[in-house]
């Protein structure tokens, strides 16, 4: 059940891998929602098709030049924006509702904080916006009284697995992976993998920029950082577990000893779903978990010597201020060079590494001192 009217959607990144999940979702429930505003990048051909078969009122690209294109195809009946001002106006949709952030990169923050303003409630999939700017995103969504519900299959099944505890105290929360492409490599091993071999994810489909953090596990170290600002833990109460059939997304340990947890198919359309009928639950097609299919399910600690994202963004997470920013920059700078063909895959880990020690700490950044941040760390990372 949603209610008498059909519930309207803004979606940033449509033409992303969540993105078109998501309307994966809306395909499947058409009585159920209405997509007002789409955004996306460079990949207009997609966006084209979508916006023919959804009619959103509002669409932004990239830039101006794919912006006349398309309106010169599809006229002024929609209301067309580009860049960071074109993110916005989707995020902020008067029409809008819930605004499903799939966008990857930093670059999702200041729409984000928008639609907050806005009043609009947040299925939240760019988990650069807390991993950054989690001091200012939780204490504004608190002040505008909007709902922040996550995307991530693992802080999905969290908040899932929180449902109806409130007043109970966690002891932990076991946060788990797949182990990515590489999992049991040694760092030896990991000194010889290419570019393809990353992009090879046991389980799940995701995009090449979210592959390559998943192999190197930087992923599950940002996902550390976002649950820590979702659901008010600590760092030392935050285990990750490597659990490679991702059968089990995630799980909450509470004071008495009992582990709640959701289960279910590597599908990311189950946590969008949610996000979008939260609290009802509705029907979904595709596989179900056949618990006699797997017989066994497998649970390891991550070898934190040889995938040294992880500890380094616990570190990021320990210290504060601006340096998670710092360790998401370096991040994403590395991973462009690796996708370019210009660095080897454990150089990625020194670069977060050598942004750590060089750029300059705020204790409290602002946006803007949080875009200052990435400016720093790419201009430090171009010195090497």
């Keep these: 059940m949603i209610g008498d009217s059909m519930k309207k959607i803004a979606i940033i990144g449509s033409t992303g891998s969540i ?14 929602f209405d997509v007002v505003a789409l955004s996306a990048g460079r990949n207009i051909k997609l966006l084209r098709e979508q916006i023919k078969e959804f009619h959103p009122k509002y669409v932004s690209v990239q830039n101006e030049e794919d912006l006349k294109a398309l309106r ?3 006229g002024d009946s929609i209301e067309w924006g580009y860049g960071m001002d074109g993110l916005s106006m989707v995020t902020t949709a008067p029409e809008a509702e819930i605004v499903v952030t799939a966008i990857v990169g930093m670059i999702g923050i200041q729409p984000t904080i928008d639609a907050i303003n ?22 504004l969504a608190k002040e505008k009284g909007v709902k922040i519900l996550p995307v991530d299959s693992e ?63 930087v992923n599950k170290g940002l996902e550390v950082m976002e649950a820590h600002w979702l659901f008010n833990v600590p760092a030392e109460k935050i285990e990750v577990v490597v659990q490679p059939e991702s059968v089990l997304h995630s799980a909450v340990e509470y004071e008495d000893g009992a582990v709640i947890g959701q289960m279910g198919v590597p599908d990311m359309r189950l946590p969008i779903e949610y996000a979008l009928y939260f609290p009802y ?3 979904l097609s595709g596989d179900r978990l056949d618990l006699f299919k797997y017989g066994t399910l497998h649970f390891e600690k991550p070898d934190k010597d040889t995938f040294r994202g992880l500890p380094l963004a616990y570190e990021a997470l320990r210290r504060g201020g601006n340096v998670p920013t710092v360790f998401n920059a370096a991040n ?17 880990y020194d670069m977060i590494e050598k942004a750590m020690k060089q750029v300059s700490f705020i204790e409290n ?20």
């Design 19 to 32: 993105g078109t999940q998501t309307l994966d979702v809306v395909r499947e429930h058409p009585e159920d």
């Design 72 to 74: 010169e195809e599809f």
């Design 118 to 139: 806005a009043g609009k409630t947040i299925a939240l999939a760019n988990k650069e916006t807390m991993v950054c700017a989690g001091h200012i995103i939780i204490p």
């Design 155 to 217: 802080h999905s099944a969290i908040f899932q697995s929180l449902q109806g505890n409130n007043e109970n105290k966690i002891s932990r929360i076991l946060l788990t992976c797949s182990g990515g492409a590489f999992r049991g490599m040694s760092r030896d091993e990991l000194s010889k993998v290419t570019l393809q071999d990353a992009l090879k994810n046991p389980n799940w489909s995701m995009g090449k920029k979210v592959t390559i953090d998943s192999a190197s596990l």
């Design 281 to 283: 639950r509705k029907s």
């Design 332 to 348: 994403e700078a590395a991973v462009r060079l690796f996708l370019d063909g210009k660095i080897s895959f454990l150089q990625i």
């Design 365 to 384: 950044p602002s946006l803007d001192e949080i875009l200052e941040t990435k400016q720093e760390t790419e201009d430090c990372l171009e010195k090497r």
